[in-house]
């Protein structure tokens, strides 16, 4: 009798055993983000720049996958991570966006929920310090999906967000810059050479080595909700009131749950037109592809075929990573649920 007693405990021991870890198994977690794609030369990075984008990185990741870790929400994560990047002048979003034509900035920003299908989006933002924030919002608290202007930021008051003075977003950088692109532009000009200026504000756009910096992030958490997140201040240069893929639902960010998540960098006509977070994720959905494969099947054949330069970082529903590019680097950073956090600039390391 003590006997069989013994035994029961046993098989309920590693009974119970094998089902923690089953259920442990069964919510994987994991977090990716980007902060940019484009032709970012070694040369051009000094030692000590390059660990402060990867310490950046790093401390994004980290807060995103901190809150995952403690069973939180996919969609608080990525805000938490894309708001680190926001508020750093080394990105392209928030402080340190770049600077359009006139000498403004004008910030775009989007987010997706996968369990709901729900989206929101702000374009053309000016004093909004988070503009992944007011995207939650739109989506949350108002019955549209995309606002954009004044109009944004008249919705912005009424949810309480403080307006921030456009002097918030400067920097000597993204200034330089500008110059630098407008010289160009109009040194093309000049020699009547539209086809190169018009190269410069469109095809060449991420040839040239200061215009990236674009973030964004995607994330499982443990219900197993996906969802994906972007924020820019888009293209150096760019027109009045041009507004890129970033937030845009299906170009530059897309969630649905049991399919993939994405969130997009790069030039954001291409991504438009060629529907690029919306094309990988059907590809998982409806060709059963592989996250992987489905991830560079669109941006290093499709994307180039077009001549369209940039990149993704994408999910799958199991927390597997992708995180392909067709430009020389793309800042990102990753970590999958018990591993050590993986940052990256370059194709190898
Ligand atoms: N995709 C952004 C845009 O076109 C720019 C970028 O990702 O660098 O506005």
Redesign the pocket.
Known sequence: MDHKIKITGLLLAILSSSTTQVVADEKPFSIAIHG???TISKANLTPEQEQAYRDKLSQAVNAGYSILEKGGDSLVAIQAAINVLEDSPLF?AGVGAVYTFDGQHEM?ASIMDGKTMNAGAVAGVKHIKNPINLADAVMNKSPHVMLSGAGAEEFALTQGFQLVPVTHFDTDKRYNQLIDAKEKIKTAETAKDYQAANHLMGRDY?DLDY????VGAVALDQNGNLAAG?S????TA?RFG?????PVIGA?TYAENGVCAVS??????Y?IRYHVAGDICAKVKYQKKSIIQAADEVINQRLITAGGT?GVIALDQRGNIATPFNTEGMYRATRKNGEPVQVMIWRDK
């Open positions: 940019g794609a484009g392209n775009d991420l215009k990236f910096g674009t972007t820019t201040g888009g293209m760019k041009r507004i890129g893929d970033s530059g997009a960098t790069g030039h954001g006509e991504f940039g």
